[in-house]
C-alpha cells in the first residue's frame, strides 16, 4: 500500500503507536475506539510526525492512516493507550487485521532506516511499501516470517502443549514453529513436532492461514494424524505435551486465533461432524 496521504475528507481512522501501544479513545465502553483521522491531523502532539503518515487501507468509504510515535507519549486526557494482545482478544471499531498491518510496517520503518548493505540512509519509496537505498541500489519490503501450526489428533485425543511463556497462565496449544530456509511447508510441520515433543506424523492437511503480528509472522495451519513415538518434550520452549480427551481439553487460546480453530476443526475431524 502506497505510504502517502489521501485527502483529508476520505480518511476516517487513524492508527496511532505510542510507547507499543495503539492510542484509542478513554471510554468507559467495551469497544477500543480508535481516533478519526479529522480529529488528529491537528493535533499539536502528532505536528512533528506529519512527513510520517502512512496509508494502510483505502478504499472508497474506509481509509486508515498509521503514525508511529516510537517510545514518545500521546499526551491526551481523552486517549489511552491498548496493547495489541488486548484488542485482539477484546473489540474493536475496525478490523483487527488493519491494526496488524500497521503495527508491520511501523516495525519495518523503525528497523529499516539504514542501508544493511552499504549504510547508507534509506528513503521511502513512494509507490510502494519499501525503502531504497540510492546509493547501492538495495531494496527492502516488510519482513513476513512464514510459520506452521499444527493440530494432531490419535482416535480421539488431540496432542496439546504448554510453551514457557504459558506456564502462569496454564494455557495448552497446537504446536508451531518457524519455517527455516530450503525446507517445504510440511518438513517443517514434521521437523518442528519431532524437535518439540519426538512424535512421528502421517496425513499432512492444509488447513488455513492468519496473518500474526508478534512480530511479523504469518501462521499456516495444518492438521495431522499421529504416526508414532512416545512424547519427549525438548524442555526449552515446550515444558509439557500431552494426550488430551477431545472433550475434556485443558485451557486453550481462543477461536480469534488460528490455534483456537485449529482445536475446534480437529475435535469435528474426531467426531466425524
Known amino acids: 500500500m502506497p505510504p502517502k496521504t489521501v485527502p483529508t475528507h476520505m480518511i476516517k481512522k487513524c492508527i496511532v503507536f505510542s510507547q507499543n501501544q495503539v492510542v484509542v479513545h478513554n471510554d468507559d465502553q467495551d469497544i477500543f475506539k480508535l481516533p478519526q483521522w479529522q480529529m488528529l491531523q491537528d493535533h499539536p502532539e ?12 483505502v478504499a472508497p468509504d474506509y481509509h486508515v492512516n498509521m503514525i508511529d510515535l516510537r517510545q514518545a507519549t500521546f499526551d491526551d ?7 495489541l494482545r488486548d484488542i485482539l482478544m477484546g473489540s474493536a471499531d475496525i478490523n483487527f487485521e488493519y491494526i496488524a498491518k500497521a503495527w508491520q510496517y511501523a516495525l519495518f520503518l523503525r528497523t529499516h532506516q539504514f542501508c544493511g548493505q552499504c549504510g547508507a540512509k534509506m528513503r521511502q519509496v513512494g509507490w510502494e511499501m519499501a525503502r531504497h537505498c540510492d546509493v547501492c541500489q538495495h531494496r527492502v519490503y516488510p519482513r513476513v516470517s512464514p510459520c506452521i501450526i499444527v493440530a494432531i489428533r490419535h482416535e480421539d485425543k488431540i496432542l496439546l502443549a504448554q510453551g514457557n511463556r504459558h506456564t502462569s497462565t496454564n494455557l495448552y496449544s497446537t504446536l508451531a514453529g518457524f519455517v527455516e530456509s530450503g525446507e517445504s511447508l510440511e518438513q517443517a510441520v514434521h521437523r518442528e513436532v519431532m ?6 506424523l502421517k496425513n499432512i492437511e492444509y488447513f488455513d492461514s492468519q ?4 512480530p511479523h509472522s504469518l501462521m499456516m ?37 488460528i490455534a483456537g480453530r485449529l482445536i475446534e476443526h480437529t475435535q469435528k475431524l474426531i467426531t466425524g461432524s
Open 46 to 57: 502528532l505536528s512533528a510526525y506529519q512527513d510520517q503518515i502512512v496509508t494502510i487501507a
Open 77 to 83: 486526557a481523552d486517549y489511552v493507550s491498548a496493547g
Open 195 to 200: 524437535e518439540e515433543v519426538g512424535v512421528q
Open 211 to 214: 496473518p500474526w503480528p508478534f
Open 221 to 257: 495451519g495444518f492438521v495431522a494424524e499421529y504416526a508414532g513415538g512416545d512424547i519427549k518434550v525438548d524442555g526449552k520452549e515446550i515444558l509439557d505435551a500431552q494426550w488430551f480427551h477431545y472433550n475434556a481439553l485443558p485451557n486453550i487460546p481462543s477461536k480469534i486465533s
